[in-house]
């Protein structure tokens, strides 16, 4: 019986999705879903990324957290369009949840939409939300097994940004293990290494997803 109400959830949720993905085709918006534990920094490179990126590209953002407001009004400080999504203890954003703040972005002038889930390594996973791609981040500090411990998030994901590797020199984690492990559990994963405090890495990232973008503008 609880196989049977889970799997009705996530039919309904995929319904939406499609919904959802349909809005954002006809906008000609290419969908971001961020996905990462809690403290990796997924913010943080959210927001390096975006200042690299908004003057080539027009850059909107889906906001989500348990409760408060605080990473949106830093995003929007940058200029761009954000709306806040509070999941009141849901541990994760769906489809539904996305639908209902649609109407609160101008979708037609937006071509790089990041949707910013909420902090977990379980639940973003298993919800599409009509994204285009789901980009995991996962920070070294939380240490090389986390994509054996967690594989649903890797298997999912697209890319894998490994963020925070000025840490390193400080950490017994290795670098060359999570990306090992990593593509063990998705060997199709593109894996990006990046520090948003000294910028390394950050470049390739952003010049692929700019890429992604245009790939999207010319189908």
């Not at 906001?63 to 203890?89: C, H, K, M």
């Not at 009509?130 to 890319?159: H, R």
């Not at 990006?192 to 189908?219: I, M, Q």
């Amino acid at each position: 019986m609880k196989i049977r109400v889970v799997n009705r959830i996530l039919e309904a949720n995929e319904r939406i999705a499609e919904q959802n993905r349909e809005v954002f085709q006809r906008h000609g918006n290419f969908v971001v879903n961020l996905m990462s534990a809690p403290g990796a920094g997924k913010t943080t490179l959210l927001l390096r990324t975006i200042e690299m990126l908004k003057e080539r590209v027009p850059v909107g953002v889906i906001e989500g957290d348990i409760t408060g407001t605080t990473d949106a009004e830093r995003i929007g400080a940058l200029g761009v369009p954000v709306v806040q999504i509070n999941t009141d203890g849901a541990c994760h954003l769906d489809a539904n949840m996305i639908n209902s703040v649609l109407s609160e972005l101008p979708l037609s002038e937006i071509r790089l939409l990041f949707i910013e889930n909420v902090g977990n390594l379980v639940c973003p996973a298993e919800f599409h939300v009509g994204e285009d791609m789901k980009a995991m981040i996962l920070s070294v500090a939380e240490g090389d097994d986390k994509p054996l411990k967690y594989p649903l998030m890797f298997q999912e994901s697209e890319v894998l940004v490994i963020n925070k590797i000025d840490l390193l020199p400080h950490l017994d984690s290795d670098l060359d293990s999570i990306r090992s492990n990593a593509l063990r559990v998705n060997p199709s994963l593109r894996v990006f290494a990046v520090s948003c405090k000294t910028g390394e890495g950050l470049t390739d990232w952003v010049e692929y997803l700019l890429k992604r973008v245009e790939d999207r503008k010319s189908n």
